[in-house]
């Protein structure tokens, strides 16, 4: 039987992210696990980064998938784009089992894009 990951606060998600984005940029690809550990390690158990980065990984799949481009925004001449915060606002609390390789971690999306659209803020006016 799996483990359930617990949800974790989104800010964290976000913070890891942000750090990961940052590494990227000043040093090239590299291991995102050491970027969410240097960003989270000093406030969170070595569980709870793992959950973290956990969340991360079963989003960055998810989106690998083709889910989620409503909330995705390409910027030209870069080589990443933006997430809107609802992607991970809900990544911070979808059901998500572990699996027995990280790269087989991904929200289910019948479970997933409902979270994303109650956290997304509405366009225009009805």
């Given amino acids: 039987m799996s483990r359930s990951i617990p949800a974790v606060p989104a800010e964290y998600i976000i913070a890891a992210n942000e750090k990961a984005v940052s590494d990227h940029e000043r040093f090239g690809p590299g ?13 969170l158990s070595s569980q709870e980064v793992l ?8 989003l960055v799949n998810f989106l690998g998938e083709g889910e989620g481009q409503p909330w995705l925004t390409e910027l030209n001449g870069q080589d ?28 289910d999306k019948d479970t997933f894009l409902p979270l994303v659209l109650q956290y997304a803020e509405s366009e225009g006016e009805a």
């Fill in 31 to 43: 291991d995102v696990l050491a970027s969410v550990t240097s960003a989270l390690s000093g406030q």
């Fill in 51 to 58: 959950d973290v980065a956990h969340r991360m990984f079963a």
């Fill in 80 to 107: 990443y784009v933006l997430l809107d915060d609802a992607l991970f606002q809900a990544a911070a609390v979808a059901p998500l089992d572990e699996t027995e390789h990280v790269r087989d971690l991904i929200f």
